[in-house]
């Protein structure tokens, strides 16, 4: 587990009963666009007001972002409705200019949070600030360039940090945009017991269709919030326009989402955890037992100048339990990868008795 100094996210009169959302436009294209989207996202009691205005896109000539004009825009929403705003910032101009316009939370996306330079300028740029940071896996899977923005990040003194996780990117074709790979965000959990986990549904999905069920995904695991692209004119908007939703949509969204708690006391739910129990002392009894098996093996095939590793007969016990397997309903990748572990443990206990 690794400690870092962190404080819950709060901000003075946001709800912060689960799921946090933060909403608004991938992009902002005009003051009107970003007042009109921010206007009806707070009738469906969105607290926190998103919009990039700094857009990093993969080819250029794309729409880039309006720039620096739309930070006064993201201040007009702040004065006249009372959300709090939050934007995108890739270097330590962008936090400049976002601190100037009193931005409340800044974020940094998965392609700043693969280059722990830029990363670390951030870092730099934020000393002595005190406001959330949300920070984006990066879009590769690697945990620990996650991790390590996020240390960056809290080593600079910022304690409020949000971890998002918006998938990682895929080169075919799939359902999803970005592949989710849930155990990552659920990794990071493990390693940072602290750390709030959002979740971006709309760049996992990258199709209005599948917002839903990947929000209540995260939500059955446990995230406490959702970052979630809306506009207005969802057609016509500058980018992702396939992936946004009306204002209307989302709060609709929201409504239908099933909050489920973390703990849970029920009689039932002990008695099924006990069985779990039992069967996972079970398990280790008998791959004990196994191991001492193969030792004695090792032990014969010492005696009797015989190879540890043999090809033939590990096929044979893996195509023997496979087909067994999905008989008894479990996926021939789990089998695999269960035998092919209790296979190389084997050998490791062979080779130590060979070498005694
Ligand atoms: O059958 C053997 O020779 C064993 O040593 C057992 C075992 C196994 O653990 O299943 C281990 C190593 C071999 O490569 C094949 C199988």
Redesign the pocket.
């Known amino acids: 587990m690794i400690e870092l100094d962190l404080m819950p996210f709060t901000l003075s009169g946001l709800d912060t009963e689960r799921p946090i959302v933060i909403a608004g436009p991938c992009s902002a294209e005009s003051e009107e666009q970003v007042l009109k989207t921010a206007k009806k996202l707070q009738k469906q009691d969105v607290q926190i007001f998103r919009a990039g205005i700094w857009k990093p896109r993969t080819r250029p000539n794309s729409f880039e972002g309006v720039g620096k004009k739309g930070l006064a825009w993201l201040q007009t929403v702040k004065k006249e409705l009372g959300m709090y705003t939050s934007t995108e910032v890739a270097n330590s101009q962008h936090v400049e200019d976002a601190l100037k316009h009193d931005i409340d939370i800044l974020w940094i996306g998965a392609r700043t949070t693969v280059n722990p330079f830029a990363v670390q300028e951030i870092a730099d740029a934020l000393k002595g600030v005190d406001i959330p940071i949300m920070i984006k896996n990066p879009i590769n899977p690697d945990i620990n360039l996650w991790i390590g923005a996020i240390e960056r990040i809290n080593q600079t003194g910022i304690k409020r940090i949000v971890a998002i996780h918006r998938g990682f990117n895929v080169y075919n074709k799939s359902l999803y945009r970005n592949n989710p790979k849930w155990h990552i965000p659920i990794e990071l959990r493990l390693q940072i017991r602290d750390i709030p986990l959002f979740c971006d549904p709309s760049h996992i999905g990258g199709k209005r269709e599948l917002i839903s069920p990947i929000s209540q995904q995260a939500l059955d695991l446990n995230f406490d919030g959702l970052m979630i692209e809306s506009h207005i004119d969802p057609d016509n908007a500058l980018s992702d326009a396939s992936q946004q939703i009306t204002p209307e949509t989302l709060g609709s969204i929201l409504s239908d989402l099933i909050l489920r708690d973390e703990k849970v006391t029920t009689e039932d739910l002990a008695d099924l955890r006990k069985q779990i129990d039992e069967l996972d002392d079970t398990i280790l009894e008998i791959l004990s037992e196994?191991?001492q098996?193969?030792s004695q093996?090792?032990q014969y095939?010492k005696e009797h100048n015989?190879?540890?590793?043999?090809?033939d007969?590990?096929d044979e016990?893996l195509t023997k339990r496979i087909r067994q397997a999905i008989d008894l309903g479990l996926t021939e990748k789990f089998v695999k990868t269960i035998?092919t572990n209790?296979?190389e443990?084997?050998?490791r206990?062979?080779n130590k008795t060979m070498n005694k």
């Open positions: 196994r191991m098996i193969a093996i090792g095939k015989v190879t540890i590793f043999q090809a007969r590990f016990i035998f209790v296979h443990e084997s050998i206990h062979q």
